[in-house]
């Protein structure tokens, strides 16, 4: 019985998975995804890189996962379960990455700059 794992990130969102041959279970912090991930789009997200290369109930994956909020959390699990898949058949590489699923959304909010009332927002001008 071979364990694959594998993290993934999105934002601040941070996700480990132990991917194992099994009947299809994921299981999200110790719940199922469902109910982790009440939307079905969110549901979808999870489950797409399963989808991509039509291995769709043949792995049981368990996942921790924390930070961020619950979008950016579905789209790293994505990214970890794409990349363990990639690790156990190098051949799923190139659907995956047609889709878009082996990079990383590196796009993060901007820290807030000293003297700033946020990231780039400036104070009111007065000319007098």
Known sequence: MSVTNTSGR??????????????GKI????????????TL?????????????EAEGSFDVNVNV???GIKGQAEAVRLAIAKALVELDPENKPALR?????????????????????????????KR
């Open 10 to 23: 999105r934002k601040t969102a941070v996700a480990r998975i132990y991917l194992t041959p099994g009947s």
């Open 27 to 38: 299981n999200v912090n110790n719940k199922d995804y469902k109910e982790y991930f009440p």
């Open 41 to 53: 789009p969110l549901q979808y997200i999870v489950n797409q890189a399963f989808e991509v290369t």
């Open 66 to 68: 924390r930070g961020g």
């Open 98 to 126: 047609s889709k878009g699923l082996m990079t990383r959304d590196n796009r993060m909010v901007e820290r807030k700059k000293p003297g700033r009332r946020g990231a780039r927002r400036r104070f009111q001008f007065s």
